[in-house]
């Protein structure tokens, strides 16, 4: 091979090789996460089934241990993860990426929030594999030689940051538009064209990579919408999207403004006893799984599967012992995400809706509610209506999906700003993006 041969080789695998290999690892790593986390809810659901109270004892146990670990070794993997990105996207990339998205914390991310599901914290994987996607790709500007570096500087760092998490969520739903969608509405605000090819390359090759491992499927099934739609449907859309805003605002509300309604003396022990706190999160989202039955307990995705497949019959107080419960999960900053437990949320407000819409299918009103909850909570309805739509392989419903998602992310921002944003806020992101523009 000749140097001019060799040159170009060198040029080829740094413009692309770097990230389509980055894009298979996070596409690998994130069914193996998934994997990982099913596994450690199986046992937890072995567990819970043999001996309910039990979880009394585990679950307190649990949220103290991972409280103690996130802590004491792994600062930054608070939460859902999303926040980290947005904060690193938007403020100091170089800065931000080396201390909220290193290896260390993805390892730590994966090996707490998978700690936090053997005790039946409700928590998803989505927004965890966000960052750890994130973090991965990150790594990878250290294969670039140093004038490379130098000259890409910020933006080789925001590209591979941006391909990494949009990949991340792309592989962990099997949802690869949404993964587009979420990158440009909730991630950049923007659609660089110099980025654009190497994003959707990056989702392709992780989605790729999720389809060989797991098969094609939909995350959700294929919902049945009737031969002939009620003629109440646009009519449910757009009072459910009022509905799915308010109720998506106030937790919203709920989520950013701890201070000003948790009591005096919890507060204390968040601030100053932070593994006692998480103990004490531990028995309420306990004692609120003994309450439900177990619905409680997990993502959520077995419940709001089996509602959209009109398998079970759920209480009308589901939605909001399961929104206490994240809540519960939520408060002592355990690693986790909110998107599937979100959307079983929705699900359940949807079968709540079904009283009112009777002639309308319940599949139907859940897609709507699924849809309209999380719009309502992050008010990213674009990426919230497409996300669904893979979800359910719900093509038909596309307009009145769209229609819900736009009015409640609108309504919802009447309670509370854009969740992610003011939660990146946290990380060393001192102004969200929607305030600074």
């Known amino acids: 091979m000749n140097k001019k041969t060799a040159r170009r080789a060198r040029r080829l695998w740094l413009h692309y090789g770097v990230f389509w290999s980055g894009a298979i690892a996070v596409g690998l790593l994130a069914v193996l996460y998934a994997w990982l986390i099913d596994f450690g809810y199986g046992l937890f659901r072995v567990g819970f089934d043999r001996h309910p109270w039990l979880v009394l004892i585990v679950t307190p146990a649990v949220g103290a241990l991972c409280v103690a670990l996130t802590r004491r070794f792994f600062r930054g993997t608070e939460g859902s993860g999303i926040p980290q990105v947005v904060a690193t996207l938007h403020g100091d990339t170089a800065t931000l990426g080396a201390r909220l998205l290193t290896l260390r914390l993805l390892a730590g991310k994966v090996l707490v929030s998978f700690v936090a599901i053997l005790g039946g914290f409700t928590i998803g994987r989505e927004g965890p594999t966000v960052q750890v996607g994130a973090a991965l790709m990150f790594s990878l500007r250290h294969f670039y030689p140093e004038r490379v570096q130098r000259l890409a500087g910020v933006a080789l760092q925001r590209r591979l940051v941006l391909a990494g998490a949009a990949a991340g969520l792309s592989a962990a739903f099997n949802t690869p538009l949404a993964g587009i969608v979420f990158a440009i509405e909730e991630l950049t605000r923007s659609f660089e064209s110099r980025a654009s090819g190497v994003l959707i390359t990056a989702i392709i090759f992780a989605g790729v990579i999720a389809l060989g491992l797991n098969g094609n499927y939909t995350y959700f099934g294929t919902i049945d919408t009737g031969v002939h739609f009620s003629r109440l449907l646009a009519l449910a859309a757009v009072l459910?999207?009022?509905?799915?805003?308010?109720?998506?605002?106030?937790?919203?509300?709920?989520?950013?403004?701890?201070?000003?309604?948790?009591?005096?003396p919890l507060r204390e022990l968040q601030s100053h006893r932070p593994v006692l706190f998480?103990?004490?999160?531990?028995?309420?989202?306990?004692?609120?799984?003994?309450?439900?039955?177990?619905?409680?307990?997990?993502?959520?995705?077995?419940?709001?599967?089996?509602?959209?497949?009109?398998?079970?019959?759920?209480?009308?107080?589901?939605?909001?012992?399961?929104?206490?419960?994240?809540?519960?999960?939520?408060?002592?900053?355990?690693?986790?995400?909110?998107?599937?437990?979100?959307?079983?949320?929705?699900?359940?407000?949807?079968?709540?809706?079904?009283?009112?819409?009777?002639?309308?299918?319940?599949?139907?009103?859940?897609?709507?509610?699924?849809?309209?909850?999380?719009?309502?909570?992050?008010?990213?309805?674009?990426?919230?209506?497409?996300?669904?739509?893979?979800?359910?392989?719900?093509?038909?419903?596309?307009?009145?999906?769209?229609?819900?998602?736009?009015?409640?992310?609108?309504?919802?921002?009447?309670f509370a700003p854009p969740l992610y944003d003011a939660l990146s806020t946290r990380f060393g992101h001192a102004t969200p993006p929607h305030t600074a523009r």
């Open 240 to 264: 459910t999207g009022v509905v799915y805003g308010i109720a998506g605002g106030l937790f919203s509300w709920l989520l950013l403004n701890t201070r000003r309604w948790l009591p005096a």
């Open 278 to 414: 998480g103990a004490l999160c531990g028995l309420a989202v306990a004692a609120l799984g003994l309450a439900s039955s177990g619905h409680t307990f997990g993502s959520g995705y077995a419940e709001a599967r089996a509602l959209l497949e009109e398998h079970t019959q759920l209480s009308v107080l589901y939605p909001l012992v399961k929104m206490a419960s994240m809540i519960g999960s939520y408060l002592p900053g355990i690693p986790g995400g909110i998107f599937a437990p979100t959307l079983s949320i929705g699900a359940g407000i949807g079968n709540v809706m079904h009283l009112v819409f009777v002639h309308t299918p319940l599949p139907v009103l859940i897609a709507l509610a699924m849809v309209g909850y999380l719009a309502g909570v992050t008010q990213s309805p674009i990426t919230a209506f497409v996300i669904v739509i893979e979800m359910i392989n719900g093509h038909a419903l596309v307009i009145s999906l769209m229609a819900t998602a736009l009015i409640a992310a609108r309504v919802s921002r009447f």
